[in-house]
Each structure stands twice: as C-alpha cells, then as structure tokens.
C-alpha cells in the first residue's frame, strides 16, 4: 500500500521559532510537493521538487524552506514563524514515469500547525 | 482572480439523492482534469480523472468536462452518508508541467440519512 508519512499530526510553536515539517514517502516518487490549505482558499502550492536537491518556488514561497536531500523525503522548513503560517500543511508525492499514476498525486495526513 | 473557482459549501444532501459539484477554470492549457476527495482529518486521496472534454464513468460517479465553457462538473449517484467530505477539483497543463495541479477550495458536502 502506497504511503505519504507526515512528522506530526498537530504542532503548536511560538512566534519567531524555526519550524520543521517532515514529510516521507515510500512510493520511489520523484516529485514531491508542499501544500497548504486554508479555508476557502484550497490548496496552495508553497514548493515543489523533481528530483534530489531540486527545489522549485510553487505560488506562496515567502517564508518557506525546503530541503530534499534522499529522494524520499521533503523538509519543509519555516525560518521564523508567524502567526499568518497557522495551516493545515499538506505533503504529496508523484512519478512522472510513465508506467505510473502520472496524474495523480498521494498525499500525506497532513500537519496542523498552530503559530502563537 | 483564481485560476479554478469551486464554490465552498456547504452542500447538504438526503440519502439517495444526486451530488452535483462544478469548477469554473480560466486557463485554456489545462488538459487533465482531476477530482479528489477529502474525508475530515485525512489528506485528499484522487477519485476520478479525465483528459480533456467528455464523460468518464466510474460507478456512482461521472465526471464531465466541457473544454469549450471551461466548466467541469462531478456527479454522485445515489449519494450515501458515506460520501460526506470534501471533493477537490484540480487542474493540470500537461506532463511538462512538473505535474503541478491547480487547485479548488473544494467543496464541502454533507449526505444526511
């Protein structure tokens, strides 16, 4: 079974720490992706890799981090929180081969971060 | 404006009846055409996907695209309690697009039995 782990389920910091969301998948996917998702607004594509140590801005970048250094796993990285970062942050992965589900992205459980 | 405008919700069903959902798009690259669905507390998990205009069939489920209107649309047939979440629509331009999706809101159904 296909599988997207996220670090945490639920993660409250303070106003200016560092924050670090894991995300690991077991699928051999190349492309991975950070989401978040706000009421109203969807999801909203904050970074984007294709390969390791490839990283790509998605739309909402500020603010945001990323690292992938194994092909399994995607760091997203909050240099200095805020309070307008308290999200549902969503991990996802993909193949681009084409003897894959090409068109579909699997996501993790998400990580609900609360910033005080 | 939003590429993909889906509206919100809440949609509020009985048992039995037909679910309709529809996205309005603005980008005429978009190609594949994607609906997922997110049960409360899980990530969105893909339900149905279409290439370009038609009718697919899955079930209770059809999903339709009208390229020409920029409109799609999900129906469920039937509609169980079970089928209480929120469906996602999510657009892409093709495989030389590093398989970035647009995104709806995502709209929010409740079946009631």
């Known amino acids: 079974d296909v599988k997207v782990t996220q670090s945490s389920r639920y993660l409250v910091k303070r106003t200016g720490e560092k924050v670090f969301l894991e995300c690991v998948q077991d699928?051999?996917?190349?492309?991975m992706f950070w989401y978040r998702q706000d009421p109203g607004l969807g999801l909203r594509l904050i970074y984007f890799?294709?390969?390791?140590?490839?990283?790509e801005k998605g739309d909402i970048p500020e603010g945001y981090s990323v690292s992938r250094e194994k092909k399994e796993r995607f760091s997203l990285i909050l240099e200095s929180a805020s309070t307008n970062q308290t999200s549902m942050y969503l991990c996802?992965?993909?193949?681009?081969?084409?003897?894959?589900?090409?068109?579909?992205?699997?996501f993790g459980p998400g990580t609900r971060l609360t910033v005080l | 404006q939003k590429e993909v405008e889906q509206d919100p919700g809440p949609l509020s069903v009985p048992e039995g009846a037909i679910v309709s959902l529809n996205c309005t798009y603005s980008?005429?690259?978009?190609?594949?055409f994607m609906w997922y669905r997110q049960y409360s507390r899980k990530g969105p998990e893909l339900l149905m996907y279409?290439?370009?205009?038609g009718n697919k069939e899955d079930g209770r489920f059809t999903a339709q695209v009208d390229k020409s209107s920029k409109y799609i649309s999900l129906f469920i047939r039937d509609s169980q309690p079970s089928d209480s979440a929120t469906y996602l629509c999510?657009?892409?331009?093709?495989?030389?697009?590093?398989?970035?999706?647009?995104f709806g809101a995502g709209t929010q159904v409740v079946v009631t039995p």
């Open positions: 996802a992965s993909k193949t681009y081969r084409t003897s894959g589900s090409i068109h579909e992205q699997f």
């Open positions: 699928m051999d996917h190349e492309n």
């Open positions: 890799s294709y390969d390791v140590k490839m990283k």
């Open positions: 980008n005429s690259a978009f190609q594949y």
């Open positions: 279409t290439y370009s205009s």
């Open positions: 999510a657009m892409s331009a093709g495989t030389d697009s590093w398989g970035k999706f647009q």
